[in-house]
């Protein structure tokens, strides 16, 4: 089976860390064995600790590992440390690997590591069966074509005017840039809930809509992971949703 890439996109603050960590959690529950990445692609980084990971790999890690006295890395190089190392470490998690982005000090501007990131995904997606991609808020990424290969691109916006203008935006742009299966929409920390009621934001499906949970935000201030939260908790709840909506 081809790799089913989920990307997670959105408005800045709407959620998608707290949703991209709850769905690698469900993942790892619906599919023990799978070999699972979980990719923070946010250069101001979260999701480790939504995860309860050390943020250990990172791309820029590996590229600057290799890079040392040459000029210009090797891609296939980069990939196959960068696979070796991510699998490695499999082993260490709750089932999944972690790779973050990294802090693109060497690379001088992030134009370069989100090149590196689009390569790595794409090339990274055939050792894995999922891969769930956390991204940077909004457009950026989508136009970089960082987000090219994602199979499954999950829109999430809270209830403000401006996170669906976000998400409608990303939707137009992806139609052209991304070669997505499915594309559905979350509405999180939803303060009033029945004021969603159309079944198709942005053009495309809602899949489902999370209410405001202290819990969540309580267990964010308390340093704990996803894996704290009950998983009858709205976020968690919410992910499984999504991901039985995608049929995943
Ligand atoms: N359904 C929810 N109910 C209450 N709090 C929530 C909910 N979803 C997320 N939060 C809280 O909102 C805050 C922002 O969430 P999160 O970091 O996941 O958003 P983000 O979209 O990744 O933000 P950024 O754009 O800065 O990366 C966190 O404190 C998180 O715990
Ligand atoms: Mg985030």
Redesign the pocket.
Known sequence: MAARIIAVA???????????AAIVRELTRRHPGARILAVDA?P?V?LSS?LGVEAGNTLDDIRRSLSVGATKTNPDELLAEARFRLLDSMAETRGFAFLAIGRPEAAGCYCAVNGYLREAVSLLATAFDYVVI?G??GIEQINRRVMERVTHLLL?TDQSRKGYSVIETIKRVADELVMYEQCGVVV??AVRAELVADPCLAGAPLLTV?????R??R???EGGSVFDLPEAA??PR?AAEALTAFGL
């Open positions: 959105g408005k800045g603050g709407v959620g998608k860390t707290s949703l991209a946010d101001a979260g939504a956390d940077e808020a999430v999180n920390r999370i209410g405001a949970d202290a969540q935000t267990n964010d201030v709205r976020v919410g």
